[in-house]
């Protein structure tokens, strides 16, 4: 089986530029949350999807937002980008028996490191 | 302070030692998660568990819920097990302004040959 997939790898952007990162999720899962990893603040969960909703949000201001599709993919934009918006970007996959996919076995990608210059 | 703390920060073992990486947190919670990141940013899910104890070839993890407390322990530890370990909680009530999962910083682990 092939593992969760996202794209691209690398990004880089300039100030006040938007972006859009993708999410394969492990064929199967239905839920697909994201994560944002600084060297200052580690990981901070930004959002969770499951069957093209959006179950839950973190803390972060409403230039993040991110959609799921009907085959599970997900997407995440990042409007009118900040220098601190520089981070990686981590997407996990879950099958989601029932509950909150954070009490599943998360499956992680790779990530998208995301400069912005 | 934060919500989940991790100790140590970091910690250089030589092979074949035993280590433990303690986690503490200070909400009510439904799950925690121990994840693995190696250099290069992938994660890698080790346990989840909500009480007791689970055990995975030299790995073992424990919980105790009235403590508030957690820990991963590496049996035999090898440089291949050089890595950032990270203790993840769910609020039970989504408690914390993080939302689903609240990370801890991650304990740098270097095991020497």
């Known amino acids: 089986k092939a593992g969760v997939t996202q794209t691209p790898r690398y990004l880089i952007k300039t100030r006040g530029q938007q972006v859009t990162l993708s999410c394969s999720p492990i064929?199967?899962?239905?839920?697909v949350s994201w994560y944002q990893q600084t060297p200052g603040q580690g990981l901070q969960f930004l959002f969770e999807?499951?069957?093209?909703?959006?179950?839950n949000k973190g803390n972060f201001p409403g230039r993040f937002s991110g959609r799921q599709f009907s085959n599970s993919r997900s997407e995440m934009n990042v409007s009118t980008l900040e220098l601190g918006d520089s981070a990686l970007y981590l997407c996990?996959?879950?099958?989601?028996?029932?509950?909150?996919?954070?009490?599943?076995?998360?499956?992680f990608g790779s990530g998208t490191q995301l400069s912005v210059l | 302070k934060n919500e989940v703390e991790q100790s140590p920060q970091n910690l250089t073992a030589q092979e074949g030692e035993f280590i433990t990486i303690n986690c503490s947190y200070s909400?009510?919670?439904?799950?925690l998660h121990w994840l693995q990141q190696h250099p290069g940013g992938g994660i890698v899910s080790l346990f989840m568990?909500?009480?007791g104890k689970k055990k995975h070839g030299r790995l073992i993890a424990t919980i105790n819920i009235q403590e508030k407390h957690s820990s991963l322990h590496i049996t035999a530890s090898h440089p291949r097990d050089s890595a950032v370990y990270i203790c993840?909680?769910?609020?039970?009530?989504?408690?914390?302004?993080?939302?689903?999962?609240?990370f801890g910083k991650g304990t740098k682990l270097s095991v020497k040959p």
């Open positions: 909400v009510g919670i439904s799950a």
């Open positions: 996990a996959s879950s099958f989601l028996t029932g509950g909150s996919v954070a009490n599943e076995k998360l499956f």
């Open positions: 999807y499951f069957s093209e909703t959006q179950r």
């Open positions: 064929s199967g899962h239905r839920s």
């Open positions: 568990l909500s009480s």
């Open positions: 993840a909680v769910v609020g039970s009530l989504y408690g914390g302004s993080q939302g689903n999962l609240i």
